[in-house]
């Protein structure tokens, strides 16, 4: 696991050891109501910020994962580090985990915010708070066989894809095929397949296509060695959010006032820049239109 805390808990730090000077001369009485109460998120001194702990991921290349160096880095990293000097209340003390640990870290309590390129899914809405604002979008294209004459979704009628039911792009397939009758694709349902594995099946004509990141594309296909296969134009985009427990309001419409700020001043395009090498909020804004149920 990685953990960084950011200038404002330095501040924080020095603020308290100047109420411990402060106070050295109050009774026990008075000392004690100079306390604040302990609350998630994690309390904070009096007039200083409050501590948020953020979870994010370690091998989700590019959104968040470690380098070389061990150092947790990624479009999410930068996005939080962003967010946290706009957010003069708050304070985020931010660790890298495996996803598993992070669903788990949010449900106990142990972590009040997560940033893990999540969609805001139905089955999530109930249980957890979202900001309004999304912090990224995700496109996607099909990854088909060369000369298969697949070039979007209006070439797939008929034609077979894969996908885990309990995935949100699960569902996103099957309202494509509700708003376009007589053009339905033959969804197949499957659990337990790698992305690798998926691909392998185009290639050798089991399936059709598949559903994936543009971002991760390349790199799965250059580790898999094969060379059969190609990459259509975007056909979905997904919108994703930062997820925080149930009774954080506060702090879910404070990283939303800060997460809009930074898209109308450009700063999100900056960062998408760096990442995908194209601004995805200009690019596909347009096409968040299919939603999962």
């Not at 953990?3 to 100047?18: P, T």
């Not at 979202?130 to 979008?137: E, K, N, R, T």
């Not at 790199?219 to 959010?241: F, K």
């Amino acid at each position: 696991m990685k953990r960084f805390m950011g200038y404002k808990k330095m501040a924080a730090v020095m603020l308290a050891g100047a109420l411990v000077l402060s106070v050295a001369g109050c009774s026990k009485e008075e000392t004690a109501a100079a306390k604040t109460d302990t609350a998630s998120p994690s309390a904070s001194t009096e007039d200083a910020v409050t501590i948020v702990k953020v979870g994010t991921g370690n091998g989700a290349a590019p959104f968040c994962y470690l380098d070389e160096d061990g150092n947790s880095v990624g479009y999410d990293l930068d996005v939080l580090h962003e967010l946290d000097t706009r957010l003069d209340d708050y304070d985020f003390d931010i660790e890298a985990m495996d996803f598993s640990t992070l669903i788990v870290s949010i449900d106990s309590g142990n972590i009040d915010m997560l940033s893990h390129q999540l969609v805001k899914s139905s089955a999530r809405k109930e249980k957890y708070l979202f900001p309004d604002q999304y912090y990224s979008l995700s496109p996607m294209s099909l990854c088909v066989k060369e000369d298969s004459g697949i070039a979007g979704m209006s070439d797939m009628a008929g034609k077979s894809i894969e996908q885990n039911p309990s995935a949100y792009e699960y569902g996103m397939l099957l309202a494509y095929n509700e708003a376009h009758p007589g053009g339905e694709l033959e969804i197949r349902a499957v659990s337990d397949q790698t992305t690798a594995d998926g691909y392998k099946k185009v290639s050798n004509g089991q399936v059709d296509a598949a559903l994936t990141y543009q971002a991760t594309y390349a790199t799965v296909v250059d580790q898999i060695g094969i060379s059969n296969l190609e990459l259509t134009d975007v056909v979905m985009v997904e919108d994703t959010y930062m997820m925080l427990p149930q009774g954080n309001e506060d702090l879910r419409d404070a990283v939303d006032a800060g997460l809009k700020s930074m898209i109308d001043d450009g700063t999100l395009s900056e960062i998408s820049q760096k990442w995908f090498d194209e601004d995805v909020f200009t690019n596909y804004a347009d096409m968040v239109t299919i939603v999962a149920e």
